[in-house]
């Protein structure tokens, strides 16, 4: 597609549900990356994929949270037992590889728990 | 571990210029970038220093010297709709320099 393309834009789960994330990159943009922000903060990082492998998921908070990638496609960012602190806005970027430099960021998916 | 530090915020009115500068510490550095967000938009990129310098686009510029870990993005002729969140990025050896760590974001406010 023309973008980076992410579902929902707005999510309302109650605590202790799982919650899926969707992240459609860039066609031909093999490295997609994952990033959390909370409101008024910076990006963390939570996990990239180069193709279909998960060379970095440092950034992943606990095991209740896994992500996996189809082919050099879409992505979903899958969160188990929601807390309220994984309250926040779930940004998925891609680029052309994993040596350059410039994200195409999606507009987010704001993830509220309740 | 990497470190970013960045004013939390910069206000200023239009037509005027303005410097946000970032300091970095990492482990081997492959770059700074600067990325613009709008309240509830997506981070834009705007430009990318790998090399001692400055990098001119438009009415931004981009400055970067890895001597001293620091680098700054200057915004000329400032607009209203220059109003939003700046970031700064560094790509670093003990960060997994395949990915990008972000700076905590300088929010820029322009008054008329």
């Known amino acids: 597609g023309a973008g980076v393309s992410q579902s929902p834009s707005n999510k309302v789960t109650e605590k202790g549900k799982d919650v899926e994330l969707r992240c459609d990159p860039i066609s031909g943009h093999t490295a997609l990356y994952w990033y959390r922000q909370r409101l008024g903060q910076g990006l963390e990082f939570l996990i990239y994929?180069?193709?279909?492998?998960?060379?970095?998921k440092s950034g992943l908070p606990s095991d209740r949270f896994s992500a996996e990638r189809t082919g050099e496609s879409v992505s979903t960012l899958t969160i188990q037992r929601t807390q309220q602190e994984d309250s926040a806005v779930y940004l998925c970027?891609?680029?052309?590889?994993?040596?350059?430099?410039?994200?195409?960021f999606g507009s987010g998916t704001r993830l509220t728990v309740v | 571990g990497q470190s970013l530090e960045q004013p939390s915020e910069v206000t200023a009115v239009e037509g005027a210029i303005v410097q946000i500068n970032c300091t970095y510490q990492?482990?081997?550095?492959?770059?700074l970038s600067w990325y613009q967000q709008h309240d509830g938009g997506a981070p834009t990129f705007l430009s990318y220093?790998?090399?001692?310098g400055l990098e001119e686009t438009g009415r931004f510029s981009s400055f970067l010297s890895r001597s001293d870990s620091y680098g700054y993005l200057l915004l000329q002729e400032l607009q209203m709709k220059d109003s939003a969140s700046y970031f700064c990025?560094?790509?670093?050896?003990?960060?997994?320099?395949?990915?990008?760590?972000f700076g905590t974001g300088t929010r820029l406010l322009v008054s008329p």
């Open positions: 990025a560094v790509r670093g050896a003990n960060t997994g320099f395949q990915k990008l760590v």
């Open positions: 220093n790998a090399l001692d």
């Open positions: 970027a891609s680029s052309l590889d994993d040596r350059n430099y410039g994200y195409t």
């Open positions: 990492t482990s081997g550095f492959y770059g």
């Open positions: 994929f180069q193709g279909n492998s998960a060379p970095d």
